[in-house]
């Protein structure tokens, strides 16, 4: 572990045992938001279906293909333990898997930077909640700080990388205040 991972790790995991109401919180944004984020995020899906279902949709499977393509493809090649694991700490999250990158956080900026173009208010909360959600992963034990950064930078390049190809293959939908233009 660097010393920015220690560093780091050692100040956020160290908020973890000291309450009850400061673990029920760590619990439920580390286990839980997400899918608070996704119901709001579904909510404005449906509220306009009218007017951008595509664009929700695509930003859905660029974070669908962030979490389950990208995450779980660097994790076949990249084993890091998870922190509660190789430090043998207590921890008041539980997950088994490889720790890098978070899979709630590449999830969630993936979800985030695909909406920057079609929703912006939508995509800061979600930008929000995604850094939010890291930082409780990280004190709960399951995560390290680079984890969550890792999660960060490769969610932003999915929906960067999914966006280059539905512009470049015309699938998106076109004429909304979005970004998308023919060529």
């Given at each position: 572990m660097n010393w920015f991972d220690n560093y780091f790790f050692g100040i956020?995991?160290?908020?973890?045992?000291?309450?009850?109401?400061?673990?029920?919180?760590?619990?439920?944004f580390g286990d839980y938001f997400l899918y608070v984020c996704l119901i709001i995020f579904v909510y404005f899906a449906w509220r306009n279906r009218q007017q951008q279902p595509k664009l929700y949709g695509l930003a859905i499977v660029s974070a669908l293909i962030a979490r389950f393509g990208v995450a779980e493809g660097i994790r076949l090649f990249y084993h890091r333990l998870r922190p509660f694991l190789a430090l043998h700490t207590t921890h008041l999250l539980s997950?088994?898997?490889?720790?890098?990158?978070?899979?709630?956080?590449?999830?969630?900026?993936?979800?985030?930077?695909?909406?920057?173009?079609?929703?912006?208010?939508?995509?800061?909360?979600l930008l929000a909640s995604g850094l939010v959600i890291g930082l409780a992963r990280v004190a709960g034990g399951v995560h390290y700080p680079t984890d969550i950064f890792g999660g960060i930078v490769f969610g932003i390049l999915t929906s960067l990388a999914v966006r280059a190809i539905v512009k470049l293959t015309n699938l998106g939908p076109i004429g909304y205040s979005s970004g998308f233009r023919r060529a």
């Open positions: 956020l995991h160290g908020l973890a045992g000291k309450s009850a109401p400061g673990d029920f919180l760590i619990i439920f997950d088994y898997a490889y720790s890098f990158p978070s899979g709630h956080t590449i999830f969630m900026f993936a979800l985030a930077a695909y909406t920057f173009y079609f929703n912006k208010k939508l995509s800061y909360f």
